[in-house]
């Protein structure tokens, strides 16, 4: 199930961030800079994305990253974090068993995870290789957000 973002996520997600929130219709765009690195970003957010009948029977969220190299897109988007501590927004969709995260740093840094097993979430990220550890690491915080963790 898709999630749906409040007035109040989108000013939480503008507090994280330091940015400020622009509306156009059902898109929610923030702009990021960082002077010191030279990285811009922009995200959206987009709800109420109706898909043919035949894909879909409710409307989804679409989190996109517009960078200077790249355009990141996450489909479903069923939750997000916000961290204040970590100047950071993690923005994920889960299902039939993985998980998929967007991170947006305050930066203007982002990173993706995709396809994470969700069993990669409560295991001890210590005994993990290194290459997996990161997604580990990094979507772990989404695990007491639900209640179907095995």
């Known amino acids: 199930m898709s999630f749906q973002f409040s007035d109040k996520d989108f000013d939480r997600i503008s507090a994280v961030l330091g940015t400020k929130t622009e ?3 059902n898109v929610v765009r923030y702009r990021l ?10 995200l959206e957010i987009c709800g109420n994305v109706v898909l ?8 989804t969220t679409l989190v996109s990253v517009y960078a200077a190299n790249s355009f990141l897109q996450l489909h479903g988007c069923t939750g997000f974090i916000a961290s204040e ?16 995260g967007l991170v947006v740093e305050r930066e203007s840094g982002c990173s993706l995870y995709a396809s ?3 069993r990669l979430l409560t295991a001890d990220f ?12 990094a979507l772990s915080m989404t ?7 095995n």
Do not use: C, W, Y
């Open 23 to 25: 509306r156009d219709g």
């Open 85 to 100: 501590e970590l100047g950071e927004v993690i923005f994920f969709s889960r299902q039939r068993g993985s998980t998929n």
């Open 126 to 137: 210590t005994q993990l290789p290194p290459e997996i550890m990161m997604s580990s690491v």
């Open 116 to 118: 994470v097993d969700d």
């Open 52 to 59: 043919p009948e035949d894909i879909a029977v409710e409307p």
């Open 143 to 149: 695990e007491n957000l639900f209640n179907d963790f």
């Open 33 to 42: 800079t960082d002077h010191a690195s030279g990285r811009k970003l922009a």
